[in-house]
């Protein structure tokens, strides 16, 4: 649009903005309806005194703003790719090279459960932690001073309901014409042994079954506690199916099936297991055929084949797991399959339960309690005895319960009466 034009244009249309020095948005549009344009002035319009209002130079002159011509910058990247034999190709991140101690705030007041905190950096050991309060109360920050005191490193991801996998794991990034991958904060921590913090998690709930095998626990199958491993897992099972919204259950989980640990390494075929240089067996010992008989014929009942054995499925099932099978547990009514049953039962009569709101409840810090519409109550003991509250009824709980007491590692239904 020639600016001259617009101007001629304006002056005939509205001679009073000669006097008045401005012109409002509406006469604006007037002008360029009557020139037939959609263009904006925006050479005009960049000087705005007010509302709606634009100067217009006292002259009469109006001219177009000078053309500027616009060179990018290129920065060149300087940091160097890492070569590793035993990893993807990996380019090195401002994360991995800052010092990721944080520095010890003076003025910090601790509050709460920070010396538990402090001895759970301390440990060094893996110990997930979840941690609830009020919005804005300092709960990150407990957590970056406690390794602070501790001189841990710490990593903090900050979740938005638009966080997805490959900003907590990593991505592949254009280096010099390649592609390069560079780790995410999640990554970063586990290769740094920091502690990693991940904030807002309730935002990514979409998202986090990336970090299933960041969060749960690895180490020597033969140390393991299977029974107590499954008394924990029913309790779960319950705390879960508990909580609002929807309920995910994978395969094996109604059964308290263990994972099989002792799959040969010629019979993994997870990629992690060849992409992890043969360091990281992966995640085969959870997707390996479920039983469904106790006999072996069948690889336990999977296939309609009865000569396939057990150790001839596709990947090879563990000796004992005719103990965990479906026939096994179907006419016990105190098994797992039977509590799942249940409970998915209850879940579904119960109006209070699935998506609504939900209510914490005082308790000792060693349960957790919570209380859904239609006076529905979960609660879950992590440590001593523990005494129901009066008028308690028990809809199902995930061990025997005598007396009203809830033993450790026990998650109880119940109506208040």
């Known amino acids: 649009m020639n600016p001259q034009d617009f101007e001629s244009k304006l002056f005939e249309m509205f001679p009073d903005v000669q006097s008045s020095g401005t012109v409002s948005r509406q006469q604006i549009v007037s002008v ?15 000087n705005k005194v007010g509302r709606g209002l634009y100067k217009v130079p006292v002259s009469g002159q109006v001219t177009a703003s000078p053309t500027v011509n616009l060179q990018a910058q290129v920065i ?6 890492e070569k590793s034999d035993n990893r993807i190709v990996n380019v090195t991140t401002d994360l991995e090279i800052s010092n990721l101690i944080p520095k010890v705030y003076k003025n910090y007041v601790a509050f709460g459960n920070f010396e538990d905190v402090i001895s759970i950096v301390q440990s ?12 804005g109360n300092g709960k990150t920050m407990s957590v970056e001073q406690a390794c602070a005191k501790a001189k841990r490193k710490f990593v903090c991801v900050s979740m938005t309901p638009e966080t997805d ?43 986090l079954s990336c970090l299933q095998r960041v969060l749960e626990r690895h180490g020597d199958v033969n140390k393991f506690n299977l029974e107590r491993g499954r008394k924990r897992a029913r309790a779960g099972a319950l705390l879960m199916l ?17 994972e099989a640990r002792e799959i040969p390494q010629d019979r993994l075929s997870d990629p992690r297991w060849k992409m992890s240089n043969y360091t990281d067996r992966g995640r085969d010992g959870c997707r390996v055929p479920l039983p469904w008989r106790s006999n072996t014929a069948g690889a336990f009942g999977f296939s309609d084949n009865a000569k396939l054995t057990p150790n001839d499925s596709w990947l090879p099932q563990s000796n004992n ?88 590692d026990t998650a109880v239904w119940f109506i208040l009466n």
């Open 32 to 46: 360029m309806n009557a020139l037939n344009t959609t263009k904006y002035p925006t050479w005009l319009m960049q």
């Open 76 to 81: 060149p990247m300087t940091k160097p790719v």
């Open 124 to 135: 060094m050991r893996f110990f997930p932690v979840f941690i609830t309060g009020h919005s």
């Open 165 to 207: 996998e490959s900003d907590l794991l990593g991505n592949y990034v254009l280096i010099n014409g390649n592609m390069e991958w560079r780790d995410g904060p999640v990554t970063t921590a586990a290769r740094q042994g920091a502690v990693l913090c991940i904030d807002e998690i309730d935002y990514g709930a979409q998202n």
């Open 242 to 258: 508990a909580l609002p919204g929807g309920a995910y259950i994978y395969q094996g989980e109604e059964l308290t099936l263990p």
């Open 321 to 408: 797991w005719g103990d965990f099978s479906v026939e096994a547990q179907d006419s016990d009514p105190n098994s797992s399959l039977n509590l799942y049953r249940k409970a998915l039962e209850i879940r579904k009569s119960q109006s209070g339960l699935g998506d609504g709101p939900m209510s914490w409840v005082d308790a000792p810090e060693y349960v957790v309690a919570f209380s859904r519409p239609g006076d529905f109550y979960c609660y879950l003991n992590l440590g001593a005895d523990f005494k129901l509250p009066q008028g308690a009824k028990v809809l199902v709980s995930s061990s025997p319960i005598e007396n009203s007491i809830l033993p450790t």
